[in-house]
């Protein structure tokens, strides 16, 4: 890594990934800010950190509020956002308010107080159903859902700010994350999540279309190490990279899997596939390896164990 994090601004930093990235950070020795309103994210997934954060809760579009965290930060970690599918659907403006409009009020105060790079989540939906798997960087993007155009267009304000104003900027677009703190009581939550807490409820879950699509899990630790590399590695400036591991599972033999540790044998209630939803998904994962030296380390069968520990002690 070229350059380490001195002074990190998370926005969205009690959240699910928010929340691990900010650990990390603070055990880097970094200072780190935390901006959050706390619709999804919950205060107690930044219990660890204690005083060693300096939360805020606010929202991204409050510009004030903004631009004066923003004082003295030399990387941002643009993790907030509306991310639920389904929700950008059923409420186009109010995702687009915070996703497009949110990226937008971030990139500028960032670019306003002089900080050095912005890393911003992505996902993979940008990338549609397009057939051709893996799914790689260069592919056309092919948005099926209000939540993947704006994810899409926060990458082009990202890469204008980059070339237009010097401000470095990467977006990593996210395939399945999951791990510990993922909140399964949203219905918008992570299908992980929501099996887990099935699970552990005795409860059969549900599956939306045949069971047999495909999605590539990466584990939320993994997640942050991409994150902390695409903030202090030269050669990821200005790029978007695939954060996954390059292997698919389909949501059927997930629930097999879950249902496994949870000692159960439940049929799930099948039901008709979601609007917006793909079918198939994995990463071609070279670019993250080349630029970023990211290499997932996390098995998958011992993600989902400890992920499901977290979800009994709960």
Request: overall charge negative; aromatic content about 8%; charged content about 20%.
């Amino acid at each position: 890594m070229t350059k380490s994090v001195q002074h990190a601004l998370v926005t969205g930093g009690a959240g699910f990934i928010g929340s691990h990235l900010v650990d990390a950070l603070i055990g880097q020795g970094a200072r780190v800010t935390v901006i959050d309103n706390l619709t999804t994210g919950k205060k107690e997934n930044l219990q660890d950190a204690g005083s060693r954060v300096d939360f805020h809760e606010g929202d991204i579009r409050d510009r004030d509020l903004l631009q004066r965290l923003m004082t003295g930060v030399d990387v941002v970690f643009h993790q907030a956002a509306v991310v639920s599918v389904p929700l950008s659907v059923e409420q186009p403006l109010f995702s687009a308010a915070v996703n497009e409009t949110g990226t937008l009020e971030v990139l500028e105060a960032a670019r306003q107080a002089g900080c050095r790079r912005v890393v911003l989540a992505s996902s993979s939906a940008v990338y549609g159903d397009d057939p051709e798997l893996p799914k790689r960087e260069n592919m056309p993007f092919c948005p099926l859902s209000p939540y993947a155009v704006q994810k899409m267009t926060g990458e082009y304000y990202a890469g204008l700010y980059n070339q237009l104003y010097g401000l470095e900027t990467a977006c990593l677009r996210y395939f399945n994350v999951f791990g510990p703190r993922q909140d399964p009581s949203s219905p918008y939550s992570g299908v992980i999540s929501i099996f887990l807490d099935r699970a552990t409820a005795g409860r059969a879950p549900v599956i939306y279309g045949d069971g047999e699509q495909t999605r590539d899990f990466v584990y939320v630790q993994d997640v942050v190490s991409a994150n902390l590399r695409a903030a202090t590695e030269k050669g990821a400036a200005g790029k978007a990279f695939n954060i996954g591991t390059g292997k698919t599972i389909t949501i059927n033999r997930l629930w097999q899997q879950v249902a496994e540790l949870a000692g159960i044998d439940l049929v799930p209630d099948y039901r008709d596939a979601r609007q917006g939803d793909i079918l198939h998904s994995v990463a071609a994962i070279d670019a993250a390896r080349q630029d970023l030296g990211f290499e997932p380390e996390v098995r998958f069968q011992g993600g989902l164990a400890q992920t499901y520990d977290w979800y009994q002690r709960q």
